[in-house]
């Protein structure tokens, strides 16, 4: 049964709201479960599986899959796609709301015994989602800045989410820092508006981030750092010197101090500062 049918059996319209866009181009869904490079023992979170198409794809190559949906009306869809697959958990919540370590914690039992020879690994694990727009920076984040996070992330978003995502300077965003700070992202695949339903404005792309050992920039106080970038984007027509005054609060001339103590010009423009950069203009703003 195809994606309409599916959705007109149970009387559901994809809500815009919540941004559903159900990819049904079979060559893409190759595409994404090739970019998620998996395992047997892999345990993989899935956000916003949707009608499941995906997840079944997903789970015949992983240990475990732990799928979680905001939306309540799509879990029956999903108990009755996936009932043949007994290495998938379908959790209804928010992803924002949920601990990425826990969901996959209390799914290890589920995957012994039967499935002895295909035991996935918690520690380990992996995201694949499908994020709209309005909710990408804030679930990256939550993802990246998990205990313990994924060691590697494939994400579909808009096109141009994706482009910024891997930007590198001097087209550098706020966003480009948040992840590349925590990951390597690579482009992999571009995914067009007509592979949807229903058809979005605009095309997509899939992300896929490994994560780095250790943070791209050795700071001692994350928090700390992320005030100074997001100081510094604030105003992205300023140059960095006035930026960083404006957004922290500090005067011009003792940025500028501390940006030359950097190795930094001080009329350069946040988009142009490499993660290195950046750790140095914390250094030097919070005290050496």
Not at 40 to 57: H, K, Q, S
Not at 62 to 90: K, S
Not at 112 to 135: C, D, F, M, Q
Request: with cysteine; hydrophobic share 45%; aromatic share 4%.
């Amino acid at each position: 049964m195809n994606t309409r049918q599916l959705l007109h059996e149970y009387g559901i319209r994809p809500r815009k709201g919540l941004g559903q866009h159900f990819l049904v181009s079979e060559a893409h869904l190759r595409g994404i479960v090739a970019a998620a490079e998996l395992a047997p023992d892999d345990m993989v979170l899935e956000i916003g599986p949707g009608l499941g198409t995906l997840t079944a794809r997903l789970a015949a190559q992983a240990g475990h899959v732990v799928a979680v949906e905001l939306d309540e009306q799509l879990i029956p869809i999903l108990q009755r796609t996936l009932a043949g697959h007994a290495n998938v958990t379908i959790v209804h919540g928010d992803i924002l709301q949920l601990q990425p370590s826990d969901l996959v914690s209390r799914c290890t039992l589920q995957v012994s015994g039967p499935l002895e020879t295909r035991n996935a690994n918690p520690e380990t694990y992996k995201v694949v989602a499908n994020l709209p727009y309005y909710i990408t920076s804030a679930v990256l984040r939550h993802l990246l800045e998990a205990e313990p996070p994924p060691h590697l992330l494939v994400l579909t978003v808009q096109q141009e989410v994706a482009e910024r995502i891997c930007a590198a300077p001097p087209e550098m965003s706020l966003l480009a820092v948040s992840v590349q700070f925590y990951a390597e992202p690579e482009l992999v695949q571009r995914i067009p508006a007509g592979a949807f339903y229903p058809r979005p404005k605009v095309d997509s792309g899939v992300v896929r981030l490994r994560l780095r050992p250790q943070p791209a920039a050795a700071v001692g106080d994350v928090e700390r750092f992320f005030e100074i970038v997001r100081a510094g984007f604030g105003q992205r027509r300023k140059q960095l010197r006035n930026a960083l005054a404006h957004g922290l609060g500090q005067p011009a001339a003792e940025v500028a101090a501390a940006l030359e103590r950097a190795g930094i010009e001080p009329r350069r423009r946040a988009e142009t500062l490499t993660l290195t950069e950046w750790g140095q203009v914390y250094r030097q703003l919070n005290g050496g």
